[in-house]
């Protein structure tokens, strides 16, 4: 039988669920994670680490080049929805980290106390998850600490928020969260802990060796007779193995999760496995736009307000500078296109007059009635007969134009103009002509057919001799 073909209702739905995810994908928040300046090769896997927190909303193979500017990236993010900037540089001092809000600003400025890459954090586990699916959907984002009254925590906040997508409650799918993101605030340090954790799910109740059976790989049991020996012994268990469970991390599900064990209404253990990297964080200071704005709150320089409104002026001049070339050179476009637009039309009433000669009389009396619209005489007639006057080659005339008679000499019909006719300087008299001498034709000294012989220097006997 051949393949069934689907129904126009089964082709509705699955168009909607297409285009219902691709909505819910332009929605999100996306990221570019890039360096500015020259960096290490430290900072480089840094930057890498970030992309694969940031995943599946980031260009994880995003190359930036040290001719591309601020506006090469803002031109490209509003075509890929991109709606954060995350940029490291490296300085003297310290290494830097910049979060821009696209396209608009604020801008944010972080120092980096200390910092620790995900192969590190990897290299200390005993079990580290490294599981390639878990990075298909993103983070959930857990801050602690933020809550103050002060504007620059607010903004903290909101700017941390906006950068990861949100989630609601009652609707999200539980087996789509396997990270997380911690961000943790110390208001006495002023210092911002960054962290990225793995999540699982593992059931309650049950003992090691239990948990090993129900996975899809059996544990080798070659040792034991029975089964029972092998659940009593614990599976072979250490003590660095042992998995301390308690009622701080034991949930009750309200789903289905897809691991095994893990069924809907059971307690259920949440367990963390930290991936990296980690960052510790200082928040410098807070720009409005992007990069180049007003100052809204800085960590070390506390300005005046006579200060402030010294700065805000050199802002404004410069902003109605920048407006003003602007200004100039779209008139400068304008003007060149308008001056294209002229010439082509008038290229284009050229060639009809060129191939209409005709016309050229009624031109003339156009010119004839303008003048006498503006000034409201009448033209002189010489005045555009004599404008018109020029040296043209006759419509009519069929071969080349024909050539002047010079009238300083007179014209003998018998003899040709300028030349000298004297009859000493005629020498065609002195030369006598000549016979033509015709040259037989085929072999030199025989005819056609071979028999006689004709002329020629080679008529003695030994030359008929030889032949």
């Known amino acids: 039988m051949g393949k069934q073909k689907k129904s126009k209702r089964q082709k509705t739905m699955k168009h909607k669920q297409l285009q219902y995810q691709e909505d819910i994908y332009t929605k999100a928040p996306h990221s570019f994670v890039f360096n500015r300046g020259h960096v290490g090769k430290n900072v480089v896997q840094l930057i890498k680490d970030m992309r694969n927190v940031m995943e599946p909303f980031t260009a994880r193979n995003l190359k930036a080049r040290k001719k591309n500017s601020m506006k090469d990236f803002v031109n490209i993010a509003g075509v890929l929805n991109v709606t954060h900037f995350l940029m490291l540089s490296k300085t003297e001092i310290a290494t830097n980290l910049r979060v821009v809000r696209i396209p608009r600003g604020p801008t944010m400025t972080f120092k980096i106390h200390n910092y620790c890459l995900c192969k590190d954090v990897i290299s200390s586990l005993r079990k580290p998850n490294l599981e390639r699916k878990q990075f298909q959907y993103h983070p959930l984002l857990v801050?602690?600490?933020?809550?103050?009254?002060?504007?620059?925590?607010?903004?903290?906040?909101?700017?941390?928020?906006?950068?990861?997508?949100?989630?609601?409650?009652?609707?999200?799918?539980?087996?789509?969260?396997?990270?997380?993101?911690?961000l943790s605030y110390d208001p006495e340090t002023q210092l911002i802990e960054f962290r990225h954790y793995n999540i699982k799910v593992v059931p309650v109740g049950m003992t090691r060796a239990v948990k090993k059976l129900i996975k899809t790989t059996v544990p080798d049991?070659?040792?034991?007779?029975?089964?029972?020996?092998?659940?009593?012994?614990?599976?072979?268990?250490?003590?660095?193995?042992?998995?301390?469970?308690?009622?701080?991390?034991?949930?009750?599900?309200?789903?289905?999760?897809?691991?095994r064990g893990n069924i809907k209404s059971t307690k259920s253990a949440i367990r963390m496995t930290e991936l990296g990297p980690r960052l510790s964080l200082q928040l410098v200071k807070?720009?409005?736009?992007?990069?180049?704005?007003?100052?809204?709150?800085?960590?070390?320089?506390?300005?005046?307000?006579?200060?402030?409104?010294?700065?805000?002026?050199?802002?404004?001049?410069?902003?109605?500078?920048?407006?003003?070339?602007?200004?100039?050179?779209?008139?400068?476009v304008q003007k060149k296109e308008a001056a294209k637009v002229d010439h082509k039309r008038k290229s284009i009433a050229g060639m009809k007059k060129a191939e209409n000669p005709e016309n050229e009389g009624e031109e003339e009396m156009d010119d004839a009635a303008y003048y006498k619209q503006e000034v409201g005489e009448e033209p002189e007639p010489e005045l555009f007969s004599s404008m018109n006057a020029k040296r043209k080659n006759r419509s009519d005339s069929k071969g080349p134009p024909m050539k002047r008679m010079r009238t300083d000499k007179p014209f003998d019909g018998n003899k040709k103009m300028n030349k000298k006719t004297d009859s000493k300087f005629d020498k065609s008299k002195n030369f006598k002509s000549k016979d033509k001498v015709h040259k037989p034709k085929g072999k030199p000294g025989y005819n056609k057919k071979g028999k006689d012989f004709q002329g020629g220097k080679r008529t003695d006997k030994k030359f008929r001799q030889k032949r």
Do not use: W
């Open 286 to 332: 807070i720009e409005d736009g992007l990069c180049d704005g007003k100052v809204m709150y800085h960590d070390f320089i506390k300005k005046t307000d006579e200060e402030l409104k010294k700065q805000k002026k050199f802002r404004d001049k410069k902003r109605k500078l920048k407006e003003l070339r602007k200004k100039v050179q779209d008139e400068n």
């Open 221 to 259: 049991m070659s040792k034991f007779e029975d089964i029972s020996e092998y659940i009593k012994q614990g599976g072979n268990l250490s003590e660095s193995e042992a998995e301390l469970d308690g009622p701080e991390n034991e949930v009750v599900l309200p789903q289905t999760i897809t691991s």
């Open 143 to 182: 801050m602690n600490n933020f809550g103050g009254d002060e504007m620059h925590t607010k903004l903290l906040s909101s700017m941390f928020q906006n950068m990861f997508p949100s989630i609601n409650v009652n609707k999200v799918d539980l087996n789509t969260i396997r990270r997380c993101v911690l």
